[in-house]
């Protein structure tokens, strides 16, 4: 659901940090650009790795990114697909954008968008029957129903960041330590919030149980500690970004903080029958959504003018100072992924919402599909 941009110094940006990936930056431009029908031979000469590429300056700054970009041409109609998310959820902006800059067209997809507002389970349930394909969403609410055994597989993390816990100035929370004993206001007590922070206050030797997670409507959380009924408040962007720019609240992390930086948070998952019958629709949609997101990192104020189109709450300059906070560069798929789904489900287990018994390790090879190899 990620840091403010003034927390990050001129030099440290998401666009400036070294990538790990940066060895296979040429080669992610080619497959990500490549048109639909071209995926396989582009993947035998990319050697595609586990994590996506990062481009410096956009996949733009790459003659043959620009060449497989105009280039590409659609062989026969384009494959219906409907894809499940948060209209009003900015870190699903790489969707929009693939949909209005054409990139999901170029990957010979005809996406239509489902605005889900239900239950995750609900949702997990509607991509496993096909009454949508695949969806967007944020890990920590997804994984716990993911457990139960929907037949739905994630096929890559889409960004990292979008998440923080704020604390009222006037009750003089200046850390996270000064939350012992106090009352944060969540939107639900099953929210990704509720259970990233959780797991952040465990770690930093605070007992979770010790804080009281009052529930009000997302739209009032702010309200709840202006009136004082609590003493923070755990939500994501747009909200939260537009919360702190008021002045009344200091910002005492994010889901980017500490060792948390290069962790994602919101994943794509597509149904599991679609991925056993055609992997190389799946594949198609996965690449496009990747796209998408590279581009939403290097371009975020045109990223943001598509995603206020679509009713995004904030100007489009804030809406694009959220994503250059967030890490939209930043897609780990593969054993990466696999790992980060892991260690979740670890620290989930340590919150109490992953039973004991359950072998987090085979969780991950279960719930993630490798649709690019």
Same mark, same amino acid.
């Given at each position: 659901?990620?840091?403010?941009?003034?927390?990050?110094?001129?030099?440290?940006?998401?666009?400036?940090?070294?990538?790990?990936?940066?060895?296979?930056?040429?080669?992610?431009?080619?497959?990500?650009?490549?048109?639909?029908?071209?995926?396989?031979?582009?993947?035998?000469?990319?050697?595609?790795?586990?994590?996506?590429?990062?481009?410096?300056?956009?996949?733009?700054?790459?003659?043959?990114?620009?060449?497989?970009?105009?280039?590409?041409?659609?062989?026969?109609?384009?494959?219906?697909?409907?894809?499940?998310?948060?209209?009003?959820?900015?870190?699903?902006?790489?969707?929009?954008?693939?949909?209005?800059?054409?990139?999901?067209?170029?990957?010979?997809?005809?996406?239509?968008?489902?605005?889900?507002?239900?239950?995750?389970?609900?949702?997990? !349930? /509607?991509? %496993?029957?096909?009454? *949508? &394909?695949?969806?967007?969403?944020?890990? +920590?609410?997804?994984? $716990?129903?993911? #457990?139960?055994?929907?037949?739905?597989?994630?096929?890559?993390?889409?960004?990292?960041?979008?998440?923080?816990?704020?604390?009222?100035?006037?009750?003089?929370?200046?850390?996270?330590?000064?939350?012992?004993?106090?009352?944060?206001?969540?939107?639900?007590?099953?929210?990704?919030?509720?259970?990233?922070?959780?797991?952040?206050?465990?770690?930093?030797?605070?007992?979770?149980?010790?804080?009281?997670?009052?529930?009000?409507?997302?739209?009032?959380?702010?309200?709840?500690?202006?009136?004082? !009924? /609590?003493? %923070?408040?755990?939500? *994501? &962007?747009?909200?939260?970004?537009?919360? +702190?720019?008021?002045? $009344?609240?200091? #910002?005492?992390?994010?889901?980017?903080?500490?060792?948390?930086?290069?962790?994602?948070?919101?994943?794509?998952?597509?149904?599991?029958?679609?991925?056993?019958?055609?992997?190389?629709?799946?594949?198609?949609?996965?690449?496009?959504?990747?796209?998408?997101?590279?581009?939403?990192?290097?371009?975020?104020?045109?990223?943001?003018?598509?995603?206020?189109?679509?009713?995004?709450?904030?100007?489009?300059?804030?809406?694009?100072?959220?994503?250059?906070?967030?890490?939209?560069?930043?897609?780990?798929?593969?054993?990466?992924?696999?790992?980060?789904?892991?260690?979740?489900?670890?620290? +989930?287990?340590?919150?109490?919402?992953?039973?004991?018994?359950?072998?987090?390790?085979?969780?991950?090879?279960?719930?993630?599909?490798?649709?690019?190899?």
């Amino acid at each position: 659901m990620a840091s403010d941009s003034n927390l990050l110094p001129a030099d440290d940006t998401p666009h400036s940090r070294p990538s790990r990936r940066a060895l296979l930056a040429g080669a992610g431009a080619l497959s990500f650009a490549a048109p639909f029908g071209l995926f396989h031979a582009a993947n035998a000469l990319t050697g595609l790795g586990s994590r996506s590429s990062s481009f410096p300056g956009g996949g733009d700054d790459f003659p043959i990114c620009r060449v497989a970009a105009t280039s590409a041409v659609n062989e026969g109609p384009a494959r219906s697909l409907k894809l499940a998310w948060n209209a009003t959820a900015i870190c699903t902006s790489a969707a929009p954008v693939a949909k209005e800059r054409g990139i999901f067209a170029r990957h010979g997809l005809d996406v239509e968008f489902v605005n889900f507002g239900g239950s995750t389970e609900q949702l997990l !349930e /509607a991509i %496993a029957t096909g009454k *949508a &394909d695949a969806g967007i969403g944020m890990a +920590l609410r997804w994984l $716990k129903p993911l #457990e139960q055994g929907f037949d739905v597989r994630i096929t890559a993390g889409v960004h990292g960041g979008c998440m923080r816990v704020l604390g009222s100035k006037a009750a003089g929370i200046n850390s996270l330590e000064d939350l012992k004993g106090k009352t944060i206001a969540i939107s639900d007590q099953a929210s990704p919030t509720k259970n990233f922070f959780s797991i952040l206050l465990l770690k930093r030797g605070i007992d979770p149980e010790s804080i009281q997670w009052r529930q009000y409507p997302s739209n009032l959380l702010a309200l709840a500690v202006d009136k004082g !009924e /609590a003493q %923070a408040l755990a939500d *994501a &962007d747009p909200l939260t970004f537009l919360w +702190l720019k008021e002045g $009344k609240l200091n #910002e005492l992390a994010t889901n980017l903080s500490g060792e948390y930086a290069s962790r994602t948070c919101c994943v794509l998952a597509i149904r599991g029958s679609l991925i056993r019958d055609d992997k190389q629709v799946a594949a198609a949609l996965t690449h496009a959504v990747l796209e998408a997101g590279d581009h939403v990192a290097h371009q975020p104020e045109d990223a943001a003018a598509v995603f206020s189109a679509y009713g995004g709450k904030g100007s489009v300059e804030d809406l694009a100072a959220m994503l250059r906070s967030h890490t939209h560069h930043d897609h780990p798929v593969g054993s990466d992924l696999k790992q980060q789904i892991a260690l979740y489900a670890d620290e +989930l287990k340590l919150v109490n919402v992953f039973k004991p018994s359950t072998n987090t390790a085979k969780f991950a090879e279960r719930v993630y599909a490798d649709v690019l190899s």
